[in-house]
């Protein structure tokens, strides 16, 4: 038996952003509130059983049924999709080999592929762009080079290639990059890029966009070669360039077709560059896009100057900057400004810098200032956050910077306007982050606090396998009573989300954590204090021992029981006998730890509550006395207090209400198995009454979820049974009519099965 807290305190509407305020933020919301497309649906369960559905080569590797063709539309996204999913790999990569499919975009980010199985699988294609950013250390930069050069085609005709973090060996180098005459844009950041490399490069004779930030360049006079068809020219952080200042703006002064130029840096490197480049009033009149962040010295009123001279400018970097605050920026509705003046700035910056951890850190620390008091539900850029964070996963400032900006985001009633799936992939960022940092005490805090928001526990769909590990052990943690309050509070609710089985799985921190709640529960009674951790921890032992044996024996190898008589000695408040009554419930079921509790004190205090004037608290000491009671084996030596006992149920079910009758919390069940030995006995129709009342409580008060559960289990062949029995009451039977008549109206076409089903 569970319990579930109050329906008003956990408020369900959403609250979705007024389009007139938030456009973009409206339409992210429809968006993720969308189903995925129907083709990457089909994509994703291909990728899941690629094993069933191909054959195996001699050496392992896959291949496609021989019917099967991917067109290159298709082709693109499926490999795009398999990267990004982690299951591109030597193996599966052979499925395309050959001419099933055909492939012009190719984006494999971050995969782990050999030499061999990336020339075997790839190069044959006619592909258009490359992208391999970040791939294992084991594919070399110099090995994508050569692969794709033996490829005449491809020679000829790849236009974007982006080998952005690959590795290069240190007597290695690039100069066959020059024989791609197709190439209009190239991406070479965080390479090992020389002087060498970039002459050839700048031959190429189509070559229009180029990246060469932090490489090893000192030099960047080649590039006079391509002035007169360099478009976009990007060489961030920069760190070896051996020019000074005027022989580098005498380079770029002569990039005549420039519209983009990013020459911003590092704060710590204090580069005036992008200083000195704003006083030239003779220098790229017809940029449309400059990023000077991370620039010293820059201000609002030379960026102004600068911008005043080009009124075609669109977008200027300003982050990590003095500039962006004055009027002037935020008047221009034509200029986009990545910067930290306003969350409009903070969010171009993480959308344009979301490869550069080095920005994404200052932008996600500019919006956790931005965001302390926030009242305004803002899904982008909770988008934008999430972004971060999966770029820069063993990034530990990104990590905890962005958990932090999380939980302002999502505090309060917040989440309540974020879209699930939305609040899904952040929680699991979340929590990966705790499993890369796991001794970073505040970002595992940052993780627990989320969990705080009625929303995102109830509603999100997230692993509470791996949270329920988290929270148990926050729960034995006596570091922060607040932290161990929250962590008692979420148990209490998220063990109601794991089957008995998952909780089991738990054992050495179920151990710990039932004893350090039994250890609160003390302290609790010792300072006579009623308060919300007292209930929120006896919530959480009631929904832990849930048809979960091995915590109902830790509960009672560690004095359990004794603790919650004197519980029930110290408060004589409803809430609290409710949720004590619940857990002995638990502990009643399990047939092996019921003699137990048949002390005189505890069964002294059931009858007593038993009597009780809260429907509730009535029902759930009535419970307890029908479970003891319906093994006969151990009451041999008191049979006169058992019939004592079961006479007193009698006469309370006869004075309840209407089993259609309101309680103050509600009372639910995982499953109706512990019913069946109560509902079979039929020389203690007071046992059965009381079994057959909570069956159609629950069915009345939820009969989408009971009725159902009733027909799963086997529970309505063993009401016709019981109904038909020849021993069964008048009132028994009655009862059962009351049920059947319930499922019924619910299942408005059933017709009895005419086979008979196990009782459930």
């Not at 200083?275 to 790229?284: G, P, R």
Request: charged letters at 20%; one cysteine or more.
């Amino acid at each position: 038996m569970v319990h579930f807290l109050h329906p008003l305190l956990w408020p369900r509407t959403l609250v979705l952003p007024y389009a007139q305020q938030d456009a973009q933020g409206h339409c992210l919301v429809q968006e993720e509130a969308s189903p995925y497309p129907l083709v990457n649906i089909c994509m994703d369960v291909l990728i899941a059983k690629l094993d069933k559905w191909c054959s195996k080569r001699p050496d392992g590797t896959l291949c496609l049924p021989e019917h099967w063709y991917f067109p290159h539309e298709i082709a693109d996204k499926f490999l795009e999709r398999m990267a990004w999913q982690g299951k591109l790999t030597d193996r599966t990569a052979s499925i395309f080999q050959g001419k099933q499919v055909s492939l012009k975009l190719m984006n494999i980010r971050r995969v782990k592929l050999s030499a061999a199985a990336f020339t075997q699988a790839f190069c044959h294609h006619k592909l258009t762009e490359v992208d391999a950013t970040s791939v294992d250390s084991q594919l070399l930069a110099p090995d994508i080079v050569h692969a794709l050069q033996g490829s005449a085609w491809i020679q000829k005709n790849l236009q974007c290639l982006v080998l952005d973090s690959v590795s290069v060996p240190q007597n290695s180098g690039l100069l066959a990059l020059g024989q791609f005459t197709g190439l209009h844009t190239l991406s070479l950041a965080n390479v090992s890029f020389r002087n060498e490399d970039l002459v050839g490069v700048s031959q190429l004779p189509s070559l229009e966009s180029l990246d060469i930030s932090n490489t090893l360049v000192t030099d960047i006079s080649a590039l006079l070669s391509c002035k007169n068809r360099l478009r976009s020219l990007t060489m961030h952080y920069l760190k070896c360039l051996a020019m000074n200042n005027p022989q580098i703006l005498d380079v770029i002064r002569q990039l005549k077709c420039l519209l983009h130029l990013d020459i911003s840096d590092h704060r710590q490197l204090k580069s005036d560059l992008a200083f000195y480049l704003l006083q030239q009033k003779d220098i790229l009149p017809n940029l449309i896009s400059l990023d000077i962040s991370g620039g010293t010295d820059i201000t609002d009123q030379v960026v102004e100057s600068f911008l005043q001279h080009r009124p075609a400018m669109r977008f200027v970097g300003l982050l990590y900057t003095d500039a962006g605050y004055s009027d002037f920026f935020m008047g221009r509705q034509d200029l986009k400004v990545a910067g930290g003046a306003n969350m409009s700035q903070i969010s171009e910056a993480l959308s344009r810098y979301r490869h550069r951890s080095c920005f994404v850190k200052e932008a996600l620390y500019r919006l956790f200032t931005e965001t302390l008091s926030l009242r305004v539900i803002l899904p982008v850029v909770l988008k934008l956050v999430a972004i971060g964070m999966r770029n820069h996963p063993l990034d530990l400032p990104v990590q905890f910077t962005a958990s932090a900006c999380a939980l302002n985001l999502t505090h309060q009633g917040l989440a309540r306007g974020m879209p699930v799936r939305l609040l899904s992939e952040i929680t699991y960022l979340l929590f990966k982050a705790t499993k890369n940092f796991p001794y970073y005490q505040q970002l595992q805090k940052n993780c627990l606090l989320s969990l705080t928001s009625s929303r995102i526990l109830m509603d999100v769909p997230f692993d509470r396998f791996d949270a329920a590990r988290l929270v148990l052990r926050w729960v034995c943690k006596r570091e922060s009573p607040k932290m161990q309050m929250m962590a008692v509070s979420i148990t209490s609710i998220l063990a109601l989300k794991l089957s008995p089985e998952e909780i089991e799985q738990f054992q050495e921190e179920l151990a710990l954590a039932v004893k350090e709640l039994l250890t609160i529960i003390r302290q609790k009674m010792a300072e006579n204090l009623n308060d919300v951790t007292l209930l929120f921890t006896l919530k959480a032992l009631w929904n832990l021992t849930d048809e979960c044996p091995l915590a109902c024996k830790y509960f009672i190898e560690n004095e359990g029981l004794a603790t919650i008589v004197q519980v029930l000695e110290t408060f004589s408040v409803s809430a609290i006998q409710s949720k004590v009554l619940g857990l002995l419930n638990n502990m009643a079921e399990v047939r092996e730890l019921s003699p137990a509790l048949v002390t005189e004190d505890l069964m002294e205090h059931t009858v007593s509550l038993l009597h009780s004037s809260d429907i509730e608290v009535s029902f759930l000491a009535a419970g307890v006395i029908a479970h003891l009671t319906c093994d006969r084996q151990q009451w041999l030596s008191h049979s006169p207090r058992r019939r004592a006992l079961l006479q007193d149920l009698h006469l309370t079910i006869q004075n309840w209400p209407s089993s259609r009758c309101d309680m103050s919390a509600l009372v639910t069940y995982r499953s109706f198995k512990a019913f069946p030995p109560l509902l079979v006995n039929f020389s203690q129709p007071e046992v059965q009454r009381w079994a057959l009342w909570a069956i159609h409580h629950v069915c009345n008060k939820n009969p989408s979820k009971y009725c159902k559960l009733l027909l799963e289990e086997g529970g309505l062949q063993l009401m016709y049974d019981i109904q038909e029995h020849d021993q069964a009451s008048a009132q028994v039977r009655q009862m059962v009519s009351s049920i059947l008549k319930e499922f019924r109206m619910h299942f408005t076409s059933f017709r009895r099965p005419p086979q008979p089903q196990r009782p459930f």
